[in-house]
């Protein structure tokens, strides 16, 4: 029996396609997921699990892995074995400490010599790192042959701030509810305040609030309130402590007001106050 | 003048305009939402499919207008009427396909209106007056493609140059359509004209942005190449088809003209896709680093598969055709030599250098790359062997034009052996970057690669400068035998064209994919559920389900077009020319 030709063509490419895709399925198959925020504020971590967190960072979210090595000279990025202990010599009058931030968040200051300015700003988008994996980072690099004595308090308060991405869809996120009806319920019947501090007020068991709206995106504060488990505790805190059923006691008009209440946390006397 | 207002074509631009002054309304209605889904398959994978087949139609409307009316001069000049039945030929090809191309546009665009319609707000709120602009050359460009195709036969004999300044006027206005659209796309990767909070500073600043003129040289020429690869393909078919030697000797010379074209935009493609990767890394590292070692690496690894199959296949048919050519027997000898250098570029292209692999691969091998074969995987090992793979194929072609043709000129001997020393010199000249490439640190490197691409077309003009005046007026030691050529050469044209589709669906993920988490790179991040970016398997597996409704809908639009010639061949002013036997086409 003789073919038709259009039969014999379409076998032909379909012969092709199916070569091509079945290749690109026996290679590993690496999908890249976007970077989860970290937030270690107001919690009592330890030295060891910030350079933990650091480390984290430092192969994922940062990105740093792509052109510094440890021990292996790079020829994008310095070595970074014993940068503890050498950042203390490379700028005159700076110590390891604060020329690690700087070199993070304005790499182009001091530039090691050979090395081309290529290296981003780590709290800009798109690495857009916050002010507590700028914590983390600069523990795990003070870690590596110096001592880790890193506080938050030394990360500038403006780092990260454009952290979630200028424009679009994340900075402009607002919920349709009150937020005085939902610091109401933030007081009251929520309880939230028995565990979470926000300014001077509220209780010392969960992670102080006084900039979750900074730190933290709406879609993780909306989950953590529904379904705390499946976000995780932040580190230096008790796990499992934060009531399962919270989100089931709300209304559904409490819980969109008090998302429009924490959303307005985001630092300074605003979010202090009473 | 009132068959022009009832085609479809136009009714769609219609369409297409009032969708586009919908759509400043439709992003302020959609404020509140920054996302819906497209049932069953998810937004992603809606956008994605559609945006695949719309460039597809695209690539293939816009690219072979270019070389038809190319074609057309040149029937024009020589008074050849074959040549002005070919462009034609072309030409309908690609009118059959207008309607569908306007039509995904226009589906693509409710696809971002709908589902995406925070992002679309930002975009809209950046680009708003180049849509004016879009829709205006959209007007224009259909006007007078429609005059070029209608007025085919109105405006011959002394009114031709009207005809020909239309065809050139039709291509001008799709290539500013081009042009503008790739200032959406290219802003998406590396965005500017915009302040740290994303609002716009400098609407030039936001289209001239780092990756828009390499995107819009790069699409130009691989649009070329895409259509010369569907054109050959639908000659293929009717080659193989064919129920004559007339009409087998008319579609292999299509099919040659369409391969040769294609092959002539293929050879300079990997120069427009170096300057491409170079802005990328110069607008920001960490992409470019990402792109060509991160998550996407393997993808090179595929690209070069492809590119290779592309070189190889082209070679061969042009191996091929050389059977039909009497007096290419002197030349058969350098065949071997041709493939090995190929098959070694094409191997040392496919080397990759440190990939992802398991803790147990890399321990049998000794480290993320092999201890040998890894240096193979560089950039300085692989620059080289695609600018030899280049000088090659050229070589290839150079070997078919003069196939049967002996130079009269008493300068024939020396103007060859200048050609051999300009091809041994751009050959050092590329290895010798190469190999110098590895003593030197990567930002130096990189320049070198601008040597060896400057060293490989300064030989293909100066050879080209030689040949040109050597073989004019060449006694012909025989005619090409046209419709003789091996069935199997029909195959390889339709490989070419599948694999080139193929190739810019995974250009199209590498593209998109190199954005990751952000809608436009750094500034619009993409919170949705589809955030993440697939891997490579998922990947081809949309590639191929596109692909294959790409090429079923192309050969019912054919069909369609074919439809409305049945009965009429015999009276059209563009009857097919008697072809078999003839020459002068290469």
């Known amino acids: 029996m003789k073919l038709p030709v259009s039969v014999k063509v379409s076998a032909f490419a379909l012969i092709v396609m199916g070569a091509y895709t079945y290749y690109a399925n026996s290679i590993p198959q690496i999908q890249s997921k976007p970077p989860e925020e970290l937030s270690l504020e107001g919690g009592n971590v330890t030295p060891e699990q910030l350079v933990k967190a650091g480390e984290g960072i430092f192969k994922e979210k940062g990105t740093c892995e792509i052109c510094h090595r440890i021990g292996q000279k790079g020829t994008r990025a310095p070595d970074l074995a014993g940068t503890g202990a050498t950042a203390s010599k490379r700028k005159p009058g700076m110590g390891a400490k604060a020329y690690l931030i700087e070199s993070l968040l304005d790499p182009a200051a001091y530039l090691v010599e050979g090395y081309p300015a290529i290296m981003p700003k780590v709290d800009r988008p798109p690495i857009a790192l916050n002010r507590s994996e700028l914590w983390a980072l600069t523990a795990y690099l003070q870690s590596l042959g110096g001592s880790v004595d890193v506080k938050l308090d030394d990360i500038p308060k403006s780092a990260g701030a454009t952290a979630g991405g200028g424009a679009g869809t994340t900075t402009e996120f607002k919920m349709p509810g009150d937020p005085k009806a939902g610091q109401a319920v933030f007081m009251g019947k929520g309880a939230c305040v028995a565990c979470h501090k926000v300014g001077d007020v509220g209780g010392p068991v969960g992670p102080p609030l006084t900039e979750i709206a900074k730190i933290q995106t709406p879609e993780y504060i909306m989950a953590k309130i529904l379904n705390p488990a499946s976000m995780g505790t932040v580190s230096g805190f008790p796990p499992n402590v934060m009531p399962p059923t919270l989100g089931q006691t709300l209304t559904a008009k409490e819980y969109v007001d008090l998302m429009a209440y924490l959303l307005t946390l985001k630092g300074g006397a605003a979010g202090a106050k009473k | 003048m009132a068959r022009w207002f009832t085609p479809p074509r136009l009714r769609l631009s219609l369409l297409f305009l009032i969708l586009l002054c919908a759509v400043p309304v439709f992003a302020q209605e959609s404020k509140e939402v920054a996302y819906r889904a497209f049932p069953y398959i998810g937004s992603r994978l809606a956008v994605r499919a559609i945006a695949q087949l719309h460039l597809n139609f695209a690539a293939f409307i816009l690219g072979v207008p270019i070389f038809a009316v190319i074609i057309e001069i040149m029937g024009w000049r020589t008074r050849d009427p074959k040549y002005d039945w070919l462009a034609h030929e072309f030409v309908k090809l690609t009118f059959a396909a207008f309607s569908t191309t306007a039509l995904l546009g226009a589906l693509l665009l409710f696809l971002f209106v709908g589902l995406y319609p925070k992002f679309w707000a930002y975009m809209a709120g950046i680009f708003t007056p180049t849509f004016w602009i879009y829709a205006a050359l959209f007007f224009l460009e259909t006007f007078t493609v429609y005059l070029w195709y209608y007025g085919w036969e109105w405006l011959s004999g002394p009114k ?9 006027l039709s291509n001008l206005f799709g290539t500013a359509i081009l042009v503008v659209s790739n200032s959406w796309v290219t802003f998406m990767v590396s965005p500017g004209g915009i302040d740290d909070a994303g609002n716009l500073v400098s609407l030039w600043g936001a289209i ?5 003129m390499p995107i819009n040289i790069h699409r130009l020429i691989a649009n070329i190449v895409f259509g010369g690869t569907i054109a050959a393909a ?20 299509m099919g040659y003209i369409g391969n040769f074209v294609a092959l002539s935009a293929f050879i300079v493609l990997p120069f427009a896709g170096y300057y491409l990767g170079r802005e990328i890394y110069a607008f920001n590292q960490t992409m470019g680093i990402t792109m060509m070692g991160g998550f996407m690496s393997w993808l090179w690894i595929i690209q070069a598969i492809l590119i290779g199959v592309l070189f190889i296949g082209s070679n061969y048919y042009l191996w091929l055709g050389m059977e039909r050519i009497p007096g290419s027997e002197r030349y058969r000898k350098y065949i071997p030599y041709l493939i090995m250098v190929i098959a070694a570029g094409f191997m040392v292209w496919a080397t990759p250098r440190s990939l992802i692999v398991t803790l147990q691969e890399a321990r049998a091998m000794g480290g ?6 890894g240096f193979l995987g560089v950039m300085s090992a692989k620059n080289t062997a695609v600018n030899l793979m280049i000088l090659t194929t050229f070589l290839s072609f150079l070997l078919y034009r003069r196939a049967n043709k002996a130079s009269l000129r008493p300068w024939a001997s020396t103007g060859v052996a200048a050609q051999w020393a300009v091809f041994a010199l751009a050959a050092a000249i590329v290895t010798f970057y190469g190999v110098y490439g590895y003593f030197v640190e990567s930002i130096v ?10 060293a490989v077309l300064g030989a293909i003009v100066v050879i080209m400068a030689i040949d040109i005046p050597m073989f004019k007026g060449a006694k012909a030691t025989g005619q090409i035998r046209w419709g003789t050529i091996a069935p199997r050469s029909q195959y390889v044209l339709i490989l070419l064209a599948v694999t080139f589709t193929w190739l810019m669906g995974l250009m199209g993920f590498a593209r998109s994919g190199i954005r990751q988490h952000w809608h436009v790179y ?14 490579l398997g998922y990947a081809a597996n949309v590639i191929t389900i596109v692909t294959i409704v790409f090429f079923a809908l192309v050969m019912f639009i054919f069909w369609l077009g074919s439809l409305g010639d049945r009965g009429k061949e015999e009276a059209h002013a563009h009857a097919a020319p008697v072809i078999a036997g003839g020459s002068g086409a290469s």
């Open chain 2, 208 to 212: 001239n942005n780092y990756a828009w």
């Open chain 2, 160 to 168: 031709k140059w009207v005809h020909v300044c239309l065809g050139v």
């Open chain 2, 445 to 454: 490197r990189i320049g070198f690669s601008v040597y060896q691409v400057l």
């Open chain 2, 234 to 253: 639908y000659a293929a078919f009717r080659f193989l088809s064919a129920t004559s030697d007339e009409e087998r000797a008319r579609y292999d010379w």
């Open chain 2, 368 to 373: 993320t790359h092999h201890p040998i074969l």
């Open chain 2, 522 to 535: 750094g500034v619009v991040r993409d919170s949705s559920p589809d955030a993440v970016t697939p891997a």
